[in-house]
């Protein structure tokens, strides 16, 4: 198993490099955004370890790659799990610092076991099919190229497809909400998503949001 850590903060990384080491694991170490743009880019792994407070910071770049990611993440945080939920992150487990290289090391298996299992989820509606696991969507049987807000975007929708989304939680869903895009924004992503699968597949509920017919 192949696992990147991205982590700006040396006293923190170097214990948890030394932790996955002892634990058998192989572990790459990003310290910056680019950084860890690039290896995602060029590296394949199996599970990201993501320091919460370097997604905020960084912005949101980083916080979009890792969105598209097709593994687990694991975030580290300092923070109550309940308090640093990040929207728009699939698959997400949380551990809060400090840890031992014992609770690290199960945490890991345990997240990578979950991933496991949902690897199978397949979201369908009508003609539509999504696959989280793999940001895989097809319109009857045909691949869907979408951009990855277009893909959040259809997701949100289709896990509960009679719930009327709210543009908050769109913007949220689609950039987090440290760094919530505007409305023009919404509409763009709406509009890209309807000329893709047909704009009568996405009802504006007027005052209110979008759905999904």
């Not at 310290?31 to 290896?39: C, H, I, M, T, V």
């Not at 076991?113 to 989280?132: E, F, K, M, N, W």
Request: with cysteine; net charge negative.
């Amino acid at each position: 198993m192949r696992l990147l850590l991205i982590e700006d903060d040396e006293m923190i990384g170097e214990p948890i490099v030394a932790m996955m080491h002892e634990a058998g694991y192989a572990i790459d170490w990003a310290r910056n955004g680019p950084e860890a743009k690039s290896l995602l880019d060029h590296e394949s792994y199996d599970l990201l370890l993501v320091d919460d407070g370097l997604l905020e910071t960084v912005g949101i770049g980083l916080r979009r790659r890792v969105r598209s990611c097709s593994m687990p993440v694991l975030v580290l945080t300092e923070r109550d799990a309940g308090e640093c939920r990040m929207s728009g992150l699939e698959k997400v487990d949380y551990l809060v610092e400090p840890f031992g290289i014992d609770e690290l090391a199960a945490q890991v298996r345990a997240s990578l076991r979950r991933y496991t299992r949902q690897i199978g989820l397949v979201y369908a509606h009508g003609d539509l099919s999504l696959r989280p696991a793999t940001r895989e969507a097809t319109l009857k049987g045909e691949p869907l190229v979408l951009a990855p807000q277009e893909f959040d975007l259809l997701q949100a929708l289709i896990e509960e497809p009679k719930r009327v989304l709210t543009r908050s939680e769109v913007r949220e869903r689609l950039d987090g909400p440290s760094e919530a895009c505007g409305s023009d924004k919404v509409e763009t992503y709406v509009h890209g998503l309807q000329s893709k699968i047909g704009a009568e597949q996405i009802v504006t509920v007027r005052g209110a949001g979008y759905r999904l017919r």
